[in-house]
C-alpha cells in the first residue's frame, strides 16, 4: 500500500489499516468504496467538579441527557444532530442540554464549563465495518462504531490483527464487510 501524505511525503507499507473515525468513508471513496457513514455529533459541557455532588452517573433518558461525574468535574451531555464533518459545531445543543440539567438539579452550577462536540462515525444498519476494502487487498477497513467506538476498539483491533496476519477470526466477519452497501 503506498500513501501519499498532505505535505507530499510518501510511505509505503505491505498492509495499511484504514481507521479514521467519521473520515474512513472519504479515504475509502478515494479506494473505489461507496461506505454510506454519517457523523452523528454529539454534545457536552463539563462543568467544574464544584458545580453540583453527584456521585454515579444520572440518566435522563425520556429527556436526552445524563449527567457524569468525572475525576475532572461534572458532564452534561447528550444530543445527537446528523450534521457531517464539514458544517460548525451548533453549541445551542449543549447550552439546551445544560439548562435542562438545572431545572433537574436545583443547585446546579453552570459557570465555568467547557463544551465540546464530538463525531459518531454512524452507519444505516448500525454495525460498523471491518474487512478488507474491494479492490485493494492490503486495505483494511474498521470504523464506523457509532456511539461504541471505544468500547469495541479492542475487539475490533484483535479482529483486524487476525485479518493482516491472515487468520481466521474468532467468529464470521460477514456481517461487517465493506462490501455489505
Not at 511525503?9 to 461507496?34: E, F, M, P, Y
Not at 459541557?45 to 475525576?71: C, M, N, W, Y
Not at 438539579?105 to 465540546?116: I, Q
Not at 475490533?156 to 466477519?173: A, E, H, M, S, W
Amino acid at each position: 500500500a503506498t500513501l501519499t501524505l498532505a505535505d507530499g511525503t510518501v510511505r509505503q507499507a505491505k498492509r495499511l489499516v484504514i481507521a479514521a473515525g467519521a473520515w474512513s468513508h472519504l479515504l475509502a471513496k478515494h479506494i473505489g468504496d461507496r461506505i454510506p457513514l454519517e457523523t452523528e455529533r454529539g454534545y457536552n459541557t463539563t462543568l467544574p467538579k464544584t458545580a453540583f455532588d453527584v456521585k454515579r452517573q444520572l440518566i435522563f433518558s425520556g429527556h436526552g441527557f445524563v449527567v457524569t461525574p468525572l475525576e475532572t468535574g461534572v458532564r452534561v451531555g447528550g444530543a445527537v444532530e446528523l450534521g457531517g464533518i464539514e458544517r460548525p459545531p451548533n453549541y445551542a445543543r449543549s447550552k439546551a442540554l445544560l439548562d435542562k440539567a438545572q431545572k433537574f438539579l436545583p443547585g446546579l452550577d453552570p459557570a465555568g464549563g467547557r463544551e465540546w462536540m464530538g463525531f459518531r462515525p454512524s452507519l444505516p444498519d448500525s454495525l460498523p465495518v471491518i474487512g478488507g476494502a474491494r479492490q485493494a487487498g492490503t486495505i483494511v477497513y474498521a470504523f464506523g462504531h457509532g456511539h461504541l467506538g471505544l468500547t469495541q476498539a479492542a475487539a475490533t483491533g484483535r479482529l483486524v490483527r487476525d485479518l493482516i496476519l491472515g487468520q481466521n477470526p474468532v467468529f464470521d466477519l460477514s456481517p461487517f464487510s465493506p462490501n455489505r452497501f
